[in-house]
């Protein structure tokens, strides 16, 4: 269990990182763009890049909240027996959900990964050179690292209990 909180731990600071670095670099070419424009000038690749950043980011963003817990949920089942005392029922409802949310999760990585196979078939270049169906490979990477959070999530609440 040690070693998968690390690869956990590993997980966040990496998506910490590339969120905080990506960010910046979308404001950073957003306003050369702008300003770009001022002068009658453009750089063809900075609107597709920062839309692929923009892209990236989101799941980053997921990647970070699914850790934090502080993802979008309704919760109405988990706050009545918060408010009842029902830890145990509670546990349970959590343990319900990160596995369900993992098993959605193993699904959706597996249709973005047959879409980036078709995108790597037929894709076209988008800027630099690159494939479209490499940058389609965010989808099933950024699915990948939430569905490890909700895996060790998982875990966490089961073998947490007995401890």
Not at 2 to 20: C, G, N, P, S, Y
Not at 36 to 58: A, C, G, K, Q
Request: a positive charge; aromatic letters at 18%; charged letters at 15%.
């Amino acid at each position: 269990m040690k070693a998968l909180r690390l690869i956990d731990l590993f997980i966040e600071k990496l998506a910490t990182w590339f969120l905080v670095i990506g960010v910046l670099t979308m404001l950073l070419f957003s306003v050369l763009a702008i300003v770009l424009r001022w002068f009658d000038m453009t750089f063809h690749w900075i609107e597709p890049f920062v839309r692929h950043l923009v892209f990236l980011s989101t799941f980053l963003g997921g990647v970070l909240a699914t850790g934090r817990g502080t993802h979008i949920g309704i919760d109405i089942i988990g706050k009545y027996l918060e408010s009842i005392k029902k830890d145990h029922a509670l546990i349970w409802i959590k343990r319900i959900v990160a596995l369900t949310s993992f098993c959605t999760l193993v699904w959706m990585i597996y249709a973005s990964y047959g879409f980036l196979l078709i995108e790597l078939k037929y894709g076209k270049p988008v800027f630099w050179g690159i494939q479209s169906g490499y940058l389609v490979g965010i989808i099933p990477l950024g699915f990948s690292l939430i569905a490890y959070r909700f895996f060790y999530q998982f875990l966490n609440l089961c073998i947490g209990e007995r401890s």
